[in-house]
T-cell receptor
Framework: DVKVTQSSRYLVKRTGEKVFLECVQD?????MFWYRQDPGLGLRLIYF???????EKGDIPEGYSVSREKKERFSLILESASTNQTSMYLC?????????????FGPGTRLTVL | GESVGLHLPTLSVQEGDNSIINCAYS??????FIWYKQESGKGPQFIID?????DKRQGQRVTVLLNKTVKHLSLQIAATQPGDSAVYFC????????????FGGGTRLMVKP
């Protein structure tokens, strides 16, 4: 059974802290994505990666960075967390073929920044 | 800019009735559309997709209709069950834009027993 896992389901951090959100997939997928999900705004793409050590900005990259040192792991980094980064963060992965039914999502990390 | 959106943020239906969730899109270049279901505490799960050269596609208890004339997409769920309660998202994909997904805001479906 395919699986995308995220390191934490719930996280509470203080303003200014450095935050790491980890995502791991066991499907040998090349493509991995980080989204944030906010009420009424749907899912918005933060960053994505097509391969190891490769990263591309999505629609809302400001305040975030990413790291893809290994194929199975894609990390989202908040260098200095702010309250407007309180959100649900979703990781996803898919193979390069782009079949529509093969984008898999993790369970999400609900981050609260105080 | 181009966008994908939903008409109704919340839809409440009686168990056993049919549900219709709507989505408007504005990018006529979209190659296909996907419906996702997101249950509480879980990530989105693929339900069904439809390519832009199709008008209708059926799955198990679900049907997606695409009206390109008015740029409208709908998801129909037959005999709605309590387990269908979730947030439903439509997303559009433009293949020559790297197969990136553009999501709508989501509709919450509540099924009353």
């Amino acid at each position: 059974d395919v699986k995308v896992t995220q390191s934490s389901r719930y996280l509470v951090k203080r303003t200014g802290e450095k935050v790491f959100l980890e995502c791991v997939q066991d499907m040998d997928h090349e493509n991995m994505f980080w989204y944030r999900q906010d009420p009424g705004l749907g899912l918005r793409l933060i960053y994505f990666s097509y391969d190891v050590k490769m990263k591309e900005k999505g629609d809302i990259p400001e305040g975030y960075s990413v790291s893809r040192e290994k194929k199975e792991r894609f990390s989202l980094i908040l260098e200095s967390a702010s309250t407007n980064q309180t959100s649900m963060y979703l990781c996803a992965s898919r193979p390069p073929s782009g079949r529509t039914d093969t984008q898999y999502f993790g369970p999400g990390t609900r981050l609260t920044v105080l | 800019g181009e966008s994908v959106g939903l008409h109704l943020p919340t839809l409440s239906v009686q168990e056993g009735d049919n549900s219709i969730i709507n989505c408007a899109y504005s990018n006529s270049a979209s190659d296909y559309f996907i419906w996702y279901k997101q249950e509480s505490g879980k990530g989105p799960q693929f339900i069904i997709d439809i390519r832009s050269n199709m008008d209708k596609r059926q799955g198990q208890r679900v049907t997606v209709l695409l009206n390109k004339t008015v740029k409208h997409l709908s998801l129909q769920i037959a005999a709605t069950q309590p387990g269908d309660s979730a947030v439903y998202f439509c997303a559009e994909v433009v293949e020559n834009a790297g197969n990136m997904l553009t999501f709508g805001g989501g509709t919450r479906l509540m099924v009353k027993p």
